[in-house]
């Protein structure tokens, strides 16, 4: 019910946004001329329509909306998909499922490896003559037995009864069937099997276990058919297994083809054992031959026309149970995404994309857990709050290696045992965070340490690549000395990066940060250098004219000028930033929202795993949605001329 309230909720205000936003485009007085920045403006009622139609394919995909709309049309199609399961081994036996009998398909398939082993035989520098007649003539033997299988002269009596048997099964069957009352349910089996539907519960039963943050999918499709037309199914799901058995255990096998088959094996078996070691090869070539013999033993190979009635009963019963259907097999296609129910089999459970969309209420309960502090992920919430020493944050913003690059040598250890700290030591201990101050409360988790690694990455690339940027913009040399370095390695993937990276500076943060800092500096070089670049002459000449100096025209022109493609090169360079973080924190890392998700994978987490793409599309929605504001009130002549 509520899925349903919430569904037709979603509907109407997609419907009611997008009528509202027509209006005002009708309503308004906005300037015709193409490009005019006015005419591209959004509104709350165009985000309501992204998100509810997003929600709606979620809804749709997760199987919610046919669980709210049809709650027992999946137990009905359950039925159907045991059906169709117990049919199918029938069906493949005859030109319905298949283009010609199974008979005739195998009858090719053995002839082309006789054949084929028959050539290779032939041609076998590793056998001498005699091995090559002894085992082609194994082969000719072989060969005969597919006709004392197809020769209807030579079929069975009792065969024969077997088969119009197990014809006769398949046509009461249609006939009781297609009956009403079908399959003749007692009263007691009755209030037994409702008893055993409210047992099991309904649909989509979720399973949360508080303490660990798993969640099981307890049931997918209720098993139990739940109503009438679902335990006709299900009976004859039933029926149809016996019947397949008895089928299927039954052999075409005459008296002729029993001796000629045991004489083959037995000869091979004594040709095998009078073999020495050094004829490894024609004891191999021997052994195919038998397996191909055997493959002709137990196959269900019949003359052409001894099926015919019971492929004409197994197309009766296929019809009647389509007819039966009814509207279930339209609710499946349109519905049930990919018509995922009768596809999975008498499983019933979720295949396809069912499988890898999870519900929403699973999503949101695991999200929920994995926020709290006492579960997390490896026991690291996604984001809370937590005492955090000062010192921790200068050890996780300072890279080590400014202790390094200092002159001298780090302190040794006296013979005494002791360490007596110099001016080396120390930095290091200060940029690594060893030292203790004061505690803040900071935010803490997977969601925060990528958060920090991007921001940082961005910053870093902001201020070295702007600067330079620009000065590649309004200097020769400097563009003609820099483009080609950064032309080098601006088109190589980050990927390619980040296993060098990783190995020279470590798994820990300043490899990652450097990495985001590779990818965000090229963009902001290539920005600042195009607003640079870019600048209208008249105006430089302009404030020329009024006598201002070189560093005010580079701060009240040139700048404010490149101040758009600058502020468009941070907005991708976010885009970059996190991609590359995701890949980074698969390759290495504990913690992070790229590490989530790798470890969500391993294990098919599908629940986690949208989790973290939601938190990155959200995270990368809110730098975005940042970076406009700040557009927006920096440069409010952008676009206006």
């Known amino acids: 019910m509520l899925t349903q309230i919430i569904t037709f909720l979603i509907f109407f205000a997609v419907i009611g946004c997008i009528l509202y936003g027509r209006r005002l485009i009708r309503t308004e007085k906005v300037d015709a001329v193409f490009g005019n920045p006015e005419r591209a403006l959004g509104g709350t009622h165009w985000v309501i329509v992204g998100s509810s139609f997003l929600l709606l394919v979620w809804l749709y995909y997760s199987w919610d909306i046919a669980k709210g709309f049809y709650p027992k049309s999946a137990n009905e199609l359950c039925q159907v998909a045991k059906v169709n399961d117990s049919l199918l081994g029938l069906k493949y036996q005859f030109p319905i499922e298949e283009r010609e009998l199974k008979s005739t398909s195998q009858i090719k398939q053995?002839?082309?490896?006789?054949?084929?082993?028959?050539?290779?035989?032939?041609?076998?520098?590793?056998?001498?003559?005699?091995?090559?007649?002894?085992?082609v003539g194994f082969i000719?033997?072989?060969?005969?037995?597919?006709?004392?299988?197809?020769?209807?002269?030579?079929?069975?009596?009792?065969?024969?009864?077997?088969?119009?048997d197990i014809t006769g099964r398949i046509n009461l069957l249609t006939e009781n069937f297609q009956k009403p009352d079908y399959p003749f349910e007692t009263e007691q089996e009755l209030n037994d099997r409702l008893r055993s539907v409210s047992e099991e519960g309904g649909w989509g039963i979720t399973k949360v276990d508080a303490g660990s943050g798993s969640i099981e999918n307890t049931i997918e499709v209720p098993l139990i058919p739940a109503t009438e037309r679902g335990l006709k199914f299900h009976t004859a799901a039933k029926e149809l297994n016996l019947i397949s058995d008895d089928f299927f255990k039954l052999r075409n096998h005459n008296q002729e083809f029993k001796k000629k088959i045991n004489e083959i094996k037995d000869e091979i078996k004594i040709y095998r054992a009078d073999l020495n070691d050094s004829e490894e090869v024609a004891s191999t070539y021997a052994k195919n031959i038998v397996k191909i013999a055997r493959r002709i033993e137990y196959a269900s190979i019949y003359p052409p026309n001894v099926l015919d009635k019971?492929?004409?009963?197994?197309?009766?019963?296929?019809?009647?149970?389509?007819?039966?259907?009814?509207?279930?097999?339209?609710?499946?296609?349109?519905l049930f995404p990919a018509g995922t129910i009768v596809a999975s089999g008498p499983s019933c459970s979720e295949q396809g994309s069912g499988r890898w969309l999870p519900k929403p209420s699973d999503t949101f309960n695991k999200f929920v857990l994995m926020s709290k502090p006492s579960v997390g992920y490896k026991d690291i919430p996604l984001l809370w709050i937590d005492m955090v020493d000062?010192?921790?944050?200068?050890?996780?913003?300072?890279?080590?290696?400014?202790?390094?690059?200092?002159?001298?040598?780090?302190?040794?250890?006296?013979?005494?045992?002791?360490?007596?700290?110099?001016?080396?030591?120390?930095?290091?201990?200060?940029?690594?965070?060893?030292?203790?101050?004061?505690?803040?409360?900071?935010?803490?988790?997977?969601?925060?340490?990528?958060?920090?690694?991007?921001?940082?990455?961005?910053v870093f690339g902001i201020i070295i690549g702007v600067p330079l940027g620009l000065f590649m913009g309004l200097n020769r040399f400097a563009k003609g000395f820099f483009d080609p370095l950064i032309e080098l390695y601006r088109p190589v993937p980050p990927l390619a990066w980040a296993p060098l990276i990783i190995s020279v500076l470590g798994i820990d943060n300043t490899?990652?940060?450097?990495?985001?800092?590779?990818?965000?500096?090229?963009?902001?070089?290539?920005?600042?250098?195009?607003?640079?670049s870019g600048t209208q002459l008249s105006k430089i000449h302009a404030a020329h004219s009024l006598g201002a100096s070189k560093k005010q025209i580079l701060r009240y022109v040139i700048f404010p000028n490149s101040l758009p493609e600058i502020l468009t090169g941070i907005r991708v360079a976010v885009g970059m930033?996190?991609?590359?973080?995701?890949?980074?924190?698969?390759?290495?890392?504990?913690?992070?929202?790229?590490?989530?998700?790798?470890?969500?994978?391993?294990?098919?987490?599908?629940?986690?795993?949208?989790?973290?793409?939601f938190i990155m599309g959200m995270l990368g929605l809110l730098f975005d949605i940042t970076l406009r504001k700040i557009i927006d009130k920096t440069i409010p002549w952008r676009g206006k001329g």
């Open 511 to 532: 490899g990652k940060v450097f990495l985001l800092f590779m990818v965000s500096l090229s963009i902001m070089i290539i920005s600042a250098r195009a607003g640079a």
């Open 390 to 458: 000062v010192s921790k944050m200068i050890g996780f913003i300072l890279p080590d290696w400014i202790a390094d690059i200092l002159p001298g040598e780090y302190p040794v250890h006296t013979k005494d045992g002791i360490v007596k700290q110099n001016f080396k030591g120390n930095v290091l201990k200060f940029v690594t965070g060893d030292f203790k101050l004061f505690k803040i409360p900071v935010p803490y988790g997977h969601i925060w340490d990528s958060f920090m690694r991007v921001l940082l990455g961005l």
């Open 140 to 164: 000719n033997k072989t060969n005969q037995l597919i006709p004392l299988l197809t020769n209807e002269d030579l079929l069975e009596n009792e065969t024969k009864q077997k088969i119009d």
């Open 310 to 334: 019971m492929q004409n009963a197994i197309i009766k019963f296929d019809n009647a149970q389509k007819e039966i259907q009814g509207g279930l097999r339209f609710i499946d296609i349109f």
């Open 577 to 613: 930033c996190w991609g590359t973080l995701v890949a980074a924190e698969f390759l290495a890392g504990t913690t992070g929202i790229g590490f989530v998700e790798n470890v969500a994978k391993k294990y098919f987490q599908y629940e986690v795993i949208w989790i973290t793409i």
């Open 110 to 135: 053995e002839n082309k490896n006789l054949k084929k082993i028959s050539i290779e035989i032939q041609n076998s520098e590793g056998l001498n003559n005699q091995q090559k007649t002894d085992l």
